[in-house]
């Protein structure tokens, strides 16, 4: 039941790889760095495996696809392929009980798994966010955004990172942060969004990938309470990485005066060796470290 069938797996056919994520509905070529994530980390994790010639493209609809970071799973389909994705609260995933084969070899966290559990499918003990590898897959990329981020934030000290619809909608909820916070955009990119974080000394968020990041780094954190996002996302991937005791705080002040969150335990290796190659027709040809 939770495995695709043989003529499923074949559509995978070792040359393109069905990539599904999440895009703003607006169209304005200004993404949100979270979900941009996926698409980079795939790319990457292939070229380093040696499968430089399999090309990355936005899922076809008539195809099995891959789905690989964010809240996401509601949008699966027979067939998919799952590493690291997760359930967005505010979606109740009701299309999963129609879901009958689904290749999952990772899971954003217990919560996550507890629901494809509960329509028949089964999961992997493996949990993380695939955000977590990002700084080691593109240090030399962030370390050469360095310099263009000094100059145009300084050296943070304290960053907060708003979920892109509190930033979109609720712009006021901001209110006039400290002088020493920076307030950083969703829609910046990855790799500038990382470079920046790694200088800081404290993360402020309420974009769940800021909080990613920041423990990807080992950079304190704190939570700050979405006006749109239910926590059950921030709770799976919290519970993914061994963090039982959490706040979420109704305003950067609020956070600054509060305690950080408890610091994350997670397996890199875990997660990168879950990786699924044979799930989307490829044959592993190295141990990822």
Same mark, same amino acid.
């Given at each position: ?132 590898? $990002?700084?080691?897959? *593109? =240090? %030399?990329? #962030?370390?050469? +955004?360095?310099? &263009? ?5 300084? !050296?943070? /000290? ?85 963090? $039982?005791?959490?706040? *979420? =705080? %109704?305003? #950067?002040?609020? +956070?600054?005066? &509060? ?5 994350? !335990?997670? /397996? ?22």
């Amino acid at each position: 039941m939770a495995n695709p069938s043989e003529a499923e797996q074949a559509r995978f056919d070792g040359k393109t790889v069905n990539l599904y994520h999440w895009t703003p509905p607006e169209g304005d070529g200004c993404g949100n760095f979270g979900d941009e994530l996926s698409p980079m980390l795939v790319r990457r994790i292939l070229d380093n495996s040696g499968f430089g010639s399999v090309a990355v493209e936005p899922a076809a609809p008539d195809r099995p696809r891959l789905l690989a970071v964010g809240s996401i799973l509601q949008q699966a389909r027979d067939g998919d392929v799952v590493w690291g994705a997760g359930v967005n609260g505010k979606s109740w995933p009701k299309r999963l009980a129609k879901v009958r084969s689904l290749r999952v070899a990772a899971v954003r966290g217990p919560l996550t798994r507890g629901v494809l559990r509960r329509f028949g499918l089964e999961a992997p003990d493996v949990f993380g966010d695939p955000g977590l590898l $990002f700084p080691g897959l *593109f =240090h %030399l990329e #962030i370390a050469q +955004a360095m310099p &263009a981020v000094r100059q145009r934030y300084g !050296v943070p /000290d304290i960053v907060y990172i708003p979920n892109l619809n509190d930033e979109r909608f609720l712009p006021e909820r901001l209110g006039s942060p400290s002088r020493h916070v920076t307030v950083l955009s969703p829609r910046i990119s990855p790799v500038e969004m990382a470079a920046i974080i790694a200088q800081s000394s404290l993360v402020i968020s309420s974009s769940l990938h800021g909080m990613v990041l920041a423990d990807a780094y080992g950079i304190p954190c704190r939570a700050h309470l979405s006006a749109f996002e239910p926590i059950f996302k921030y709770l799976d991937y919290f519970q993914g990485v061994g963090r $039982f005791n959490y706040a *979420f =705080h %109704l305003s #950067i002040d609020d +956070a600054l005066r &509060a305690a950080d969150l408890p610091r994350p !335990v997670f /397996d890199r290796h875990a997660l990168l060796e879950a990786f699924p190659y044979e799930a989307i027709g490829l044959e592993r040809r190295v141990t990822l470290r």
